[in-house]
């Protein structure tokens, strides 16, 4: 037996709290899962298989993933967007001879022994469970651009930073297939309430209702989707305790407006990747986080080093996937996250990823600290800054700049806004120029959509 | 406006946004004298090309950097000839 428990025998602890996951099509009762699975007939022949989970339904990947920790050897996680070369690639790289489908579509073409079809409701488990080993979970790394890596995780890591909680309702923005997300559902799953989940396109309009009528009290998203919220009329079909951001950085101007919509919420920023695991959670209210977090010796220990947080802690995921995959960690165990972080006083403010940075004549500019100044400003609702080629410096900052509350551009606006940018930012970082824009695009895994 | 009151404008724009003082602007005055950084360039050549649809300083046809404010027009009038 394996020292820690697995999904199912965590769920299993719980039982007799009427809990659920819903989405807007399923709802998948926890308690059944003693009786009941979403593989039944196949579950047998999945025993110690490296399992490729591709379905469209997150009720569905969330039932196959309590029915096959502990069980398969590997479950790679395939986010529903994936296109068959993508699906294809991962289960070479995860050496998969199986995979898990949705039971009304035909299997995806991919070469594996036993493709394994999951159904909703559940349907009567065969034998009863047992758990034969500890899963390595295969999860995407989230860059904003270029193509994901695969790292393992095993649901030890992955559970690191959750504690016991009091009774908690979860929702979420996220598809649980991305680490935020998974975050959540595991929350969920190792607690006391219910998850409620989106997904397939839902709106954001549509969400927020479901999510109120189901008396949430706990709910996280990128800032991305809280902006969304803030600029949609529904958010006040929710009444949360607490609101968790996470996947991208917190500026004060987002911080400050959920604070206001509402006004009982406790509001946490919390910081994680993929590869580093949760790193640690921010809830005074303000961006950045305590300069003294880096001397302390918690669980997670952070040092910066070339201008980038780099963080060793029992949840960072164990290793890349792939034989010719570089190490994820330094020789100490450190991993380094890629995230920029500067110094202002006694806090440290994450300024941009690394890779992102515009080159304007050799000064180095990250987008998003340009952007932190843009939507400081009150008639903005979200920027989204990018590089425009010159013949002159190499490179440009520029900006798409969405209004606060549908409110049109004039004459003017560009150039109040471009004037509060320059009492707030040096000459090469306040942007050449803006295009007003409706909305921005948000990626699959709910972060700004940036160029590549 | 013609093209070289369009550019002469501009010019004064960037300096305005940048806060640069610009020397007074003559055919023969330098470029380098005029009071313009590199990045106020830049910001003027991106501001031209979004009214004139070129960028003659981008291009590869080996022309001649300009040196002064009539060169640097003449290059814009030259593209768009």
Redesign the interface.
Known sequence: MPETPNLACLVREKRGCDRVIATRDHVLPLDEFEVASSLSAHLASLRERSVVLIVRDMAKAAAALIDLDGWARRIVLCPPEWELARLESAARDAEADALVFDGDVSAPPIPVELAASCRLPLEKLETPRAACCETEWILPTSGTSGPPKLVIHTLRSLMGAIADAPLQHWATFYDIRRYGGLQIFLRAVSGQGSLSLGGDGESVGSLLSRFGAARITHISGTPSHWRKVLMSREGGRIDPDYLRLSGEIADNAVLGALQALYPRARIEHAYASTEAGVVFAVDDGRAGFPASWLDGDSAVQMRVAEGSLRVRSDRCALRFLGANAPPIADKDGFVDTGDIVDRRGDRLYFVGRRSGIINVGGVKVHPEEVEAALNAHAAVRVSRVFARKSSITGALVFADVVLRDGRMPDAASERQILAACRTRLPPHMVPAGLRFVSDLPVTDGGKLARHG | MSLSETILDEIRSVAA??NKTLAPLTDDLSLNDSGLD??C???L???LE?ITNR?P??SAEGARFPRTIGEFVALYEGALA
Do not use: T
Request: charged share 20%.
């Open positions: 946004n940048q590199s990045l360039f830049a910001i050549v991106a501001r979004d960028d300083l981008g």
